[in-house]
Each structure stands twice: as structure tokens, then as C-alpha cells.
């Protein structure tokens, strides 16, 4: 493939990725599990930062709905990170976006939602490489690699 030059075509790349090859879609969902951490990292930050220690450790024992909630979104996130490493967990990925485009669109500021609107659509297009993925059939560098 050519080289067509600029970053025009990046966000369309993540959103759409080449899944024609079995590299193009692990590479997709490898790119979302680095979204889906960096998502994860960044809430568990803020939390901390804004609760600090003390207040977290009191409503975490006091066993906070909202706290919990979000530890639970926090984990399905990391959960679904680790399995999106190895080109599965496409039914987690796709809960994890949807509660994470669902709490952008809810509590964002126009900043949150321009950097939101790239990791989810990182997050869409890993979802799509890792459904593909599972399908596991019909990818053009099977052939090559069949007789090479």
C-alpha cells in the first residue's frame, strides 16, 4: 500500500480499520486495549485525586453505590484491555465503550469530548478487529502464509 501522506485519515483508520488481514484486525484491537488503559489509568487518577485516600478508603467501606460502580467500570475496563491484548473479549470491550461514551457524554466538557470521541472510536475499531478475530476465517495473509 502506498504511502497517501497528512493525518487526515486517522481518525477514519481507527474508527474503520483494515481488518482484511489477521494483523490489520489484532492490531485494531490492540490499539483499543491501549485506549481501554489509558481510559482506565486516567479515571482511577482522577478518583484519587479527587477523593484522596482517606475519603476513598471511608466510602469504599462504607460500601458507596457510586464508588462501586465505578471500581466495577474500572475493572471491566482493565478486564477488557487485557483480553483485547490477545484479540478477544469483544462483548466486554463493547460494554466497557458504551459505559465509557455513556459517562463522556454525561459529565464531559467540550475538551473531554474531543479526546473522548478518539478513544472511543480506538475503542470501536477494536471492538470490530477483535469480532473479526473471533470470526477467524477469511483473512487475504492466511493464503500467503499457508504457502510461504
Known amino acids: ?26 492490531n485494531a484491537a490492540q490499539t483499543a486495549s491501549l485506549a481501554l488503559y489509558i481510559v482506565a489509568g486516567a479515571s482511577a487518577f482522577m478518583l484519587f485525586a479527587s477523593l484522596g485516600f482517606d475519603n476513598l478508603m471511608a466510602l469504599l467501606g462504607q460500601a458507596h453505590p457510586v464508588l462501586l460502580l465505578t471500581l466495577a467500570q474500572l475493572a471491566l ?8 491484548r490477545r484479540g478477544r473479549g469483544a462483548i466486554l470491550a463493547i460494554i466497557s465503550a458504551a459505559l465509557y461514551a455513556l ?5 464531559g466538557n467540550i475538551i473531554n469530548w474531543v479526546v473522548g470521541i478518539i478513544m472511543f472510536a480506538a475503542m470501536v475499531g477494536g471492538v470490530r478487529g477483535a469480532w473479526a478475530l473471533s470470526r477467524g476465517r477469511g483473512f487475504s495473509d492466511d493464503i500467503v502464509d499457508t504457502f510461504a
Open 1 to 26: 500500500m502506498a504511502y497517501e501522506g497528512g493525518s487526515g485519515n486517522t481518525f477514519k483508520n481507527l474508527w474503520s480499520p483494515d481488518l482484511t488481514t489477521r494483523a490489520g484486525a489484532l
Open 77 to 84: 475496563m482493565l478486564i477488557a484491555a487485557t483480553l483485547l
Open 103 to 107: 459517562g463522556m457524554i454525561v459529565n
